[in-house]
């Protein structure tokens, strides 16, 4: 960065509209892929509910999906440095806190092209 160039110039300036700044709620998020893009479904999952109901689909390329996890990361590692760490139940990736939906019928998982 060249150090004559005032801090302002490199902020992006965001706009939040009140109807997103609501936000949504999510308790599953369904990712998939192809070789050009990742997709993110967030979805919602409640008792009483025949299905998960698909509330935001985020579509990005693999480099932003990159960056996201990233950034991700870095702010669960400061969260948990402030609160404690988060307690999956011992349901980590490693423990099977994960699965991937090809493995349950019609809805599929990530693509593979």
């Known amino acids: 960065m060249d ?3 005032p801090k302002s ?10 109807e997103i700044a609501k936000g949504s709620y999510s308790n599953l998020a369904i990712i998939s892929h192809s070789r050009s893009e990742f997709i993110i479904d967030f979805a919602t999952t409640l008792p009483g509910l025949a299905k998960p ?5 985020i579509i990005m390329t693999p480099e932003h999906a990159k960056r996201l ?4 990361f870095d702010n669960i590692s400061k969260y948990e440095a402030q609160f404690g760490v988060i307690d999956l139940g011992g349901k ?5 806190g994960t699965f991937n ?8 998982g990530g693509s593979k092209s």
């Open 3 to 5: 150090n004559n160039t």
């Open 9 to 18: 110039q490199n902020q992006i300036q965001l706009e939040l509209k009140p």
């Open 53 to 57: 109901e698909i509330g935001n689909r």
């Open 69 to 72: 996890m990233n950034a991700l």
């Open 92 to 96: 980590g990736p490693q423990q099977g």
């Open 101 to 108: 939906l090809a493995d349950f019928g019609p809805l599929g």
